[in-house]
């Protein structure tokens, strides 16, 4: 059955733990749809995984629609939600809702995620008034890098940890049907999933988050240039990746693939004829 927002809401209700994995294209996805996760991030994640950018800045919309594209080809049952990208939601609501439309009617995803608190809540509503779902995102914020000073877990003083409360209750206020959690203690988490009455999908937040959400290659192995504290490794695809590779190559200088299985046959006449 379909994933919505819905799903969301009664996931929240009935303390049913939800479930998230980042794709980026068609085969990934109908993979992960048929093991019945229940939402696929198309994350501004790939400009690193993907793109092999160093952060996220550099994802343009025409990436996103792209890659939400493919993903939304692939998919029959989970929530797709894509990333709207730097600069795409932060130059006026027109642009906001415009870039949100055009993920939903292009990309074909079910709903659009955007980073930050207080400061994007009137976009939020904006996007929402146009009947399109959105997922907030809070705490480390990727597009936020440098004004951040990196890749740091937030709220951990007094201060911050309020401020990051009080974004928690902006954006459902302003109409977010969820908020990612990203990179804040486990205990700030916990309690701002208790406030809330939409569900907390957390990523480096501790285990009382409302569902989990992780990078794909990062949690089976196939991104090794950093790997953050919070994943833990389900599977390392990545070394069986390598080694396939290896044996491969082997195969064919040593002469051993491809086999007589893996060949075509033709009449033995007309090969005397030629």
């Known amino acids: 059955m379909k994933n919505t927002v819905l799903t969301f809401k009664e996931a929240k209700k009935n303390k049913d733990k939800l479930t998230m994995l980042t794709a980026y294209d068609y085969t990934t996805a109908k993979l992960f749809d048929e093991s019945g996760i229940n939402s696929i991030l198309v994350g501004d ?3 690193m995984v993907m793109l092999g950018y ?8 025409e990436d996103m629609i792209h890659h939400t594209r493919a993903v939304s080809r692939g998919v ?36 659009v995620k955007l980073e930050g608190g ?16 959105v997922c907030a995102h809070i705490g480390l914020t990727p597009q936020a890098i440098n004004a951040l000073g990196g890749f740091k877990v937030q709220g951990k003083d ?3 940890a309020r401020a990051i409360i009080e974004d928690a209750l902006a954006v459902q206020e302003a109409g977010a049907f969820a908020v990612v959690l990203e990179c804040v203690p486990a205990p700030l988490a916990s309690k701002i999933s208790e406030m809330l009455d939409i569900p ?12 989990q959400v992780l990078v794909y290659q990062d949690m089976l192995g196939l991104y090794k240039d ?3 504290k ?10 069986q990746m390598d080694q396939g590779v290896r044996d491969y190559i082997q195969a064919v200088k040593d002469g051993s693939f491809p086999e007589p299985a893996h060949s075509f046959k033709m009449d033995e006449e007309i090969v005397k004829e030629l």
């Open 45 to 47: 994640s790939l400009g």
């Open 54 to 61: 160093e952060d996220t800045l550099s994802v343009t919309m």
């Open 76 to 111: 029959k049952n989970a929530m797709v939600v894509s990333d709207m990208p730097f600069l795409s939601y932060n130059t006026g609501i027109r642009d906001a809702v415009i870039n949100a439309g055009r993920l939903m009617a292009q990309g074909r995803a079910d709903c």
């Open 118 to 133: 207080k400061e994007v809540c009137d976009v939020i509503r904006a996007i929402t008034d146009a009947k399109i779902p």
């Open 158 to 160: 007094l201060d911050s």
């Open 200 to 211: 907390t999908i957390g990523i480096g937040a501790g285990p009382d988050c409302d569902g």
């Open 226 to 228: 950093f790997t953050p």
């Open 230 to 239: 919070f994943v833990k490794r389900f599977a390392d695809v990545g070394q």
